[in-house]
């Protein structure tokens, strides 16, 4: 069975940073493509980032320059750190695999960006 868990938001200052972790469990992690979701109240799901199995990236425009994302194989984990944040990026934000599977969104972990 598919788990990933989502951990690492908070309530941060704008301009400040926060790093998301996800970590995953009953999946071929390495061979699997991961991604960054988020969605705020009123708005659809959106995608932020992706990483590859071989490590290459695609960000959200709104995003690109602000965040990363990276993996660890052998952890099993997938993250994000956020930098300068805005806040229009208050959202829970998902991990999943990518594309996404519908059955494997958890319960997200909620950002808030706010002075």
């Known amino acids: 069975q598919v788990q990933l868990v989502e951990s690492g938001g908070g309530l941060v200052q704008p301009g400040g940073s926060l790093r998301l972790s996800c970590a995953a469990s009953?999946?071929?992690?390495?061979?699997?493509?991961m991604s960054w979701y988020r969605q705020s109240p009123g708005k659809e799901r959106e995608m932020v980032a992706v990483?590859?199995?071989?490590?290459?990236?695609s960000y959200a425009d709104s995003v690109k320059g602000r965040f990363t994302v990276s993996r660890d194989n052998a952890k099993n984990t997938v993250y994000l750190q956020m930098n300068s944040l805005k806040s229009e990026d208050t959202a829970v934000y998902y991990c999943?695999?990518?594309?996404?599977?519908?059955?494997?969104w958890g319960q997200g972990t909620q950002v808030t960006v706010s002075s």
């Open positions: 009953g999946v071929i992690f390495s061979i699997n493509a």
């Open positions: 990483i590859h199995s071989g490590g290459g990236m």
């Open positions: 999943n695999l990518f594309p996404p599977r519908v059955i494997y």
